[in-house]
């Protein structure tokens, strides 16, 4: 089946430490996305890429970095510079024919707690 | 600049009654708007989507959503409320201007009472 894949579920990092979110699509999806969602409030976007080898900064990208070697893969590295970075991350993905449209496709999300 | 605002952040319903979530937008352009479905611990899946076609979009597991201009108003309905559909429920509005052009909503948290 179609889908993205995000992993670690659940991940716990300590204070000054970098960790690295995977993000997999298998839908030929150009576009692919890393959103924060924090309890009671919308989702905001960190990065996202609309081609291999390109990516751009969101509305939240301080302390967060991207990559997009591969069309498949977008991992999302949360560094120590990020000064909150407890939350819920989600990846998504949109096709070329969507990607102004806005209709995105989720993976299940990847919750970071910082102890 | 767009905007959304869902009006409840929490509803309520018994099992088998009707289901209301508003969501107004603002927008400068003709948006395109969504409304997306979030279980718990999951990631959000299309319920419906309005694109300039037909004002009144059905969605999947019942669900419809009105766009109204005038009221500048996409609220989701269903006319009987199941258990599974206990989940939270965002409003997106977008300008059609690519991946930094949507706007989510913060959210309401729909509940079912047996």
């Known amino acids: 089946d179609g889908g993205i894949t995000q992993s670690p579920k659940y991940l716990f990092r300590k204070e000054g430490q970098n960790v690295t979110l995977s993000c997999e699509q298998n839908?030929?999806?150009?576009?692919m996305y890393w959103y924060r969602q924090d309890p009671g409030q919308g989702l905001r976007l960190i990065y996202y890429?609309?081609?291999?080898?390109?990516?751009q900064k969101g509305d939240i990208a301080e302390g967060y970095s991207v990559s997009r070697e591969k069309k498949e893969s977008f991992p999302l590295t949360v560094t120590s510079a990020q000064k909150n970075p407890t939350a819920f991350y989600l990846c998504?993905?949109?096709?070329?024919?969507?990607?102004?449209?806005?209709?995105?496709?989720f993976g299940e999300g990847s919750r970071l707690t910082v102890l | 600049a767009q905007s959304v605002t869902q009006l409840d952040s929490h509803v309520s319903v018994s099992e088998g009654t009707p289901v209301l979530l508003r969501c107004n937008y603002s927008?400068?352009?003709?948006?395109?708007l969504f409304w997306y479905v979030q279980h718990p611990n999951k990631g959000l899946q299309l319920l419906l989507k309005?694109?300039?076609?037909?004002?009144l979009v059905k969605g999947i597991n019942g669900f419809e959503a009105e766009f109204k201009k005038s009221e500048t108003s996409f609220h989701l309905t269903k006319p009987s409320a199941h258990m599974s559909d206990a989940a939270e429920y965002f409003c997106?509005?977008?300008?059609?201007?690519?991946?930094?052009?949507?706007?989510f909503g913060k959210g309401t948290h729909l509940i079912i009472q047996p």
């Open positions: 997106v509005v977008s300008e059609g201007r690519g991946a930094d052009g949507l706007t």
């Open positions: 309005y694109t300039s076609a037909a004002t």
């Open positions: 890429s609309q081609i291999v080898n390109d990516f």
């Open positions: 998504a993905s949109s096709s070329s024919r969507d990607t102004y449209t806005g209709e995105l496709f």
């Open positions: 927008s400068s352009y003709s948006p395109s």
């Open positions: 839908l030929n999806h150009d576009a």
